[in-house]
């Protein structure tokens, strides 16, 4: 059996926190780290920081100022994609095929604004709108016997206590009952398994951002569960171990993201 460890991590500009990169990496040593919202361009993307790590197999999905994904692994890959999502250019979407066909899909799913109404945001319509076409592009993939993980910030919060307060937050973006229907309607179609809620029990409160408003986000703990690894049904007894990093949303000038952690027996 081989280890295979991936890592999550929405890192708010990967140029400005690259340092925190490294010291994740050099903590943590994943096998593979998926970025979102990396908000620079291909070319500009700190590739050289990664390599002196180790990490020299590199994707990139960027764009200037916005978004974006990435993938940096110590092992090989192949077959490098994108998919495009709404017509709208945004890059949101990166795919990568590891070793052991272990087909590797790393999203950034939009916020969605605001305001939770459909014809009120154009913004949180996108973000219906994207997670809809994402079920249905789940649900064209071949069931059988396919290794394949999808993960990322995917900016939604569905269970119960996968936010502070279930009732305060039900009329807030991130976890409305829509969104979690879209959500769900994502992790039916192709039977996902929700790989932190295999180990976490639904029960216990878990959280992968705090915002940057409160004083003392450790204190106050106000979180929300926005990002996630999911594995298909073939793969889903490989993963031995989830982990929040928790300890890196207190490092200096952070993300609001803390990275997530996924163990493989392959």
């Not at 216990?204 to 996630?228: F, I, M, P």
């Amino acid at each position: 059996m081989t280890r295979l460890t991936i890592a999550s991590w929405n890192i708010n500009s990967v140029r400005l926190r690259i340092d925190l990169v490294s010291r994740f990496l050099q903590e943590y040593q994943p096998d593979v780290l998926c970025l979102q919202e990396i908000k620079t361009l291909n070319a500009q993307f700190p590739s050289g920081a990664l390599r002196k790590l180790g990490y020299d197999f590199i994707a990139v999905n960027g764009q200037k100022g916005y978004h974006g994904v990435a993938v940096a692994s110590r092992l090989p890959f192949r077959e490098e994609a994108v998919r495009g999502f709404c017509g709208k250019g945004d890059s949101r979407h990166q795919s990568v095929l590891l070793p052991g066909e272990i087909e590797l899909h790393n999203f950034y799913v939009p916020a969605g604004g605001d305001v939770p109404d459909r014809d009120a945001n154009e913004k949180f319509a996108h973000k219906l709108d994207f997670l809809q076409e994402m079920a249905e592009w789940c649900g064209d993939w071949k069931q059988g016997g396919a290794r394949r993980i999808l993960l990322g910030d995917l900016n939604v919060a569905p269970l119960e206590h996968d936010v502070w307060s279930h009732k305060q937050m039900l009329g807030v973006v991130s976890h409305t009952p829509i969104e979690v229907d879209h959500l769900n309607h994502v992790l039916a179609a192709h039977d996902w398994v929700d790989v932190a809620r295999r180990f976490i029990p639904p029960e216990e409160k878990l959280y992968t951002w705090w915002s940057y408003r409160a004083a003392d986000w450790r204190a106050s703990n106000r979180g929300r569960r926005l990002d996630h690894i999911w594995a298909s049904p073939a793969l889903a007894g490989a993963v031995k171990r989830f982990t929040v990093v928790e300890e890196a949303r207190g490092w200096p000038k952070p993300s609001d993201h803390a990275p997530i952690l996924a163990e493989l027996e392959i």
